[in-house]
């Protein structure tokens, strides 16, 4: 009798949620859910969990859901017709033809396929990437009080779709993604292949060859580069580094000051693309270079480093080269000829190439690069606040 009333409750309130969805697009009205309060902490089920996707569904589409034949056994058909519309769309799971195991709970990670085969059905262009949870994470969607491998309570529920209101309908990146291995075996030596500078159709090259051999890899940043590029990057999961705006030398190695003025005009750009603001960092010229000397005295980088360190940027420098900046008309087999000369069989290797117009060489030397750094053994990953770094000595 008690379900039977509260199924009652249940459906009676989300009447006038339907209206609060469209009233107030702000987000979810949490007073409209029966004994919420009591509830919170509750795990909940399939069934329930159902209504209120039911109506995230509307208040992201402005629609209602489509009309379908209903095959299950399990479920109240006057009351809960909206199981099999969902089921349809791919939002909610079966557990067979007949079956739909209302009483079922969910952990976080098949709570976040919900969330995003919902984005999904509405926004079919959005990309969701490789992982739920990882979407959810980046949009300022996830509740952190959830656990991925745990059963979701009510609350995680209701503040995840409140927050899957509120982010819609462009879906921002408000977080860093979390970069992870691009090999899950474990290899005692890795390889960190970095670009540099703005991107041209070099780029577009490279970033073919590394998602045919999927590797990741970081890419410091310059100017105003092409924001389809910028996403795509993040999208392929690689990271993302600050370059300086102007790569200027004469202007940003001449003071503290103008160097942070540069810096941060690139980090704007940069935030206004992928949604958060890169911690990484690549120096013009690396932080040992001798030719800020003339711009701003002898002191200019130790000055620059530190208070780089200070205002919580992870600066990395390199120790083996292209030299594709350095040398006119080089070849491919030159490319990998002076990474490989640098390269020490028993460390790992933070690999410094270009990305810019005039590097084609660069671009069509990466596939055998790559495939020398795989038979002397070495894996692959991008650099991270936790991963290996290197930094040039400072005088």
Do not use: C
């Not at 999904?120 to 969607?141: A, H």
């Not at 092409?226 to 392929?236: H, N, Q, S, T, Y």
Request: glycine share 6%.
């Amino acid at each position: 009798m008690k379900k039977i009333l509260y199924i009652l409750a249940l459906t009676i309130s989300m009447n006038a949620f339907s209206l609060a969805v469209y009233a107030d697009e702000k987000g979810f009205d949490k007073t409209i859910v029966p004994t919420y309060s009591e509830r919170q902490n509750y795990y909940i089920d399939k069934g329930e969990l159902s209504t209120y996707i039911s109506e995230l569904y509307k208040g992201l589409s402005g629609k209602e859901l489509p009309e379908v034949e209903n095959t299950f056994t399990d479920i109240n058909i006057n009351t809960q017709d909206y199981i099999p519309k969902l089921v349809s769309l791919g939002i909610m799971s079966k557990t067979s033809d007949t079956e739909f195991s209302p009483e079922k709970t969910l952990t976080g990670d098949e709570f976040s396929s919900v969330i995003t085969n919902t984005i999904k059905s509405v926004y079919p262009d959005i990309e969701i990437g490789e992982s739920s949870y990882e979407f959810l994470k980046t949009r300022g969607i996830w509740d952190n009080t959830a656990k991925r491998d745990q059963k979701i309570t009510l609350g995680n529920a209701i503040n995840m779709i409140d927050a899957t209101l509120k982010s819609a309908p462009e879906f921002k990146i408000v977080e860093e993604p979390k970069k992870e291995s691009s090999n899950p075996v474990t290899y005692d030596k890795i390889a960190y292949l970095t670009f540099d500078d703005s991107p041209s159709e070099n780029t577009i090259k490279i970033l073919d060859t590394l998602k045919e051999y999927n590797v990741k890899a970081t890419f410091y940043l310059t100017g105003k580069a092409d924001p389809a590029i910028i996403k795509r990057m993040v999208d392929e999961g690689h990271a993302i580094g600050n370059h300086t705006y102007s790569h200027d030398y004469a202007y940003i190695y001449s003071s503290v000051d103008n160097f942070f003025e540069d810096f941060y005009k690139e980090e704007a750009y940069l935030e206004s693309i992928i949604g958060y603001k890169p911690k990484l960092v690549r120096l013009p010229g690396g932080s040992n270079n001798t030719v800020s000397n003339k711009y701003g005295g002898s002191q200019i980088m130790k000055e620059i480093t530190a208070e780089l360190t200070k205002r919580g940027y992870i600066y990395t420098d390199w120790n083996s080269e292209a030299k594709d900046a350095t040398t006119k008309n080089i070849t491919p087999q030159q490319v990998k000829d002076n990474i490989f000369s640098t390269v020490s069989k028993n460390r790992n290797a933070v690999v410094l190439m270009h990305q810019t117009v005039g590097k084609e060489a660069t671009a069509e030397a990466l596939p055998s690069v790559i495939e020398e750094f795989k038979k002397l053994g070495f894996g692959f990953d991008v650099i991270s606040e936790t991963s290996y770094n290197t930094q040039f000595t400072l005088k």
